[in-house]
């Protein structure tokens, strides 16, 4: 178990390998007994992004992949590199912001580890035909309590997609396992990181359980 020391400096961090490239995420506390690692894909860099990207669709390419589908909006850098490094070329996208062509959404109710209220993935009607009766892969920055995965699955699925993968950058903790149930087994990471409890002296211990 390795201790992350807020003492030791002003912003404490945690080294993690993505796939092939070694970064330092920062940590954050969401509540007086909770912090996560940040991984906070626009700020990674288009070749950071690029890189995370191939080496993801290396990972679900032998699924044979028709289209791929990200929740926003960290998803989204994700979801671009994959479909490129994939050769494809469309990609669609689960939105959690009403907008103008979302009045009439097909939606999954949905509560992230990062939000306090519950809110709704909405997919674009016009977007069904693209996904319908293909073979889909999620995608997205971070899989942590699964919620958000678990909410794309039913929404896809509830049109016709054939979910065949699921790849993210990073899981978090182990909560998403129990979470995606069977579907946990095609989860594809480049990595792996824990939660984090306080430890009583100002910092904070690794929890791969919670």
């Known amino acids: 178990m390795v201790s992350v020391c807020s003492k030791c400096v002003s912003h404490p961090t945690y080294p993690v390998a993505i796939g092939s490239q070694r970064v330092e995420l920062p940590v954050v506390s969401l509540s007086a007994d909770l912090a996560l690692a940040l991984l906070i894909t626009v700020d990674m860099g288009v070749e950071f992004m690029r890189r995370a990207g191939e080496e993801l669709a290396r990972l679900i390419a032998p699924h044979d992949i028709d289209i791929v589908v990200t929740v926003a909006t960290m998803g ?30 097909v939606s999954e109710p949905v509560r992230s580890i ?3 209220a519950t809110q709704r993935l909405l997919f674009d009607r016009a977007r069904v035909g693209d996904v319908a009766g293909r073979r889909v892969a999620i995608v997205d920055d971070v899989i942590s309590t699964g919620a958000s995965t678990g909410a794309a699955l039913r929404l896809l699925r509830s049109i016709g997609a054939d979910v065949v993968s699921i790849g993210t950058l990073v ?40």
């Open 76 to 105: 989204i850098p994700v979801a671009i590199e994959v479909t490129r490094a994939l050769g494809l070329d469309q990609y669609a996208i689960l939105h959690k912001t009403p907008k103008i062509h979302l009045a009439d959404a």
């Open 114 to 116: 990062t939000t306090d």
């Open 171 to 210: 899981t978090e903790g182990s909560q998403w396992r129990t979470s995606l149930g069977e579907d946990a087994s095609g989860v594809h990471a480049l990595a792996s990181i824990p939660l984090f409890r306080p430890d009583g002296e100002g910092g904070f211990v690794e929890d791969w359980i919670g």
